[in-house]
């Protein structure tokens, strides 16, 4: 079993920049893929980014390209996002996820998570 704690989303103006954090603790953190989605209102939950449990690897829906920055820090069981020139579209609850799921090509749907966390409000004004 693993905790996920998000944390850092805020209200912001149209152009700045966030960083989102994911705290986990119980299993261990770092066997895990680890995931970012988004909700927004009347919308379904969407994949943003993950990021390999092994080597680092990374990937990205294409919407948030050059936009958005995943990264891990195992040894502090954190797990990051960077959102950089948010866009108001950019609104809505950020959630962290892990999945139990190992493979070449990353798990992009929120049905093969795991474990989530409660959610972080990010709100980008115009």
């Known amino acids: 079993q693993v905790q996920l704690v998000e944390s850092g989303g805020g209200l912001v103006q149209a152009g700045g920049s966030l960083r989102l954090s994911c705290a986990a603790s119980g299993r261990t953190f770092s066997s895990y893929d680890m995931g970012w989605f988004r909700q927004a209102p009347g919308k379904e939950r969407e994949f943003v980014a993950a990021?390999?449990?092994?080597?680092?690897?990374?990937y990205y829906t294409d919407s948030v390209k050059g936009r958005f920055t995943i990264s891990r820090d195992n040894a502090k069981n954190t797990l990051y996002l960077r959102i950089n020139s948010l866009k108001p579209e950019d609104t809505a609850v950020y959630y962290c996820?892990?999945?139990?799921?190992?493979?070449?090509?990353?798990?992009?749907?929120?049905?093969?998570?795991?474990?989530w966390g409660q959610g972080t409000q990010v709100t980008v004004s115009s």
């Open positions: 996820a892990a999945t139990t799921v190992r493979g070449v090509v990353f798990v992009t749907t929120p049905a093969g998570y795991d474990y």
């Open positions: 990021i390999s449990w092994s080597d680092g690897r990374t």
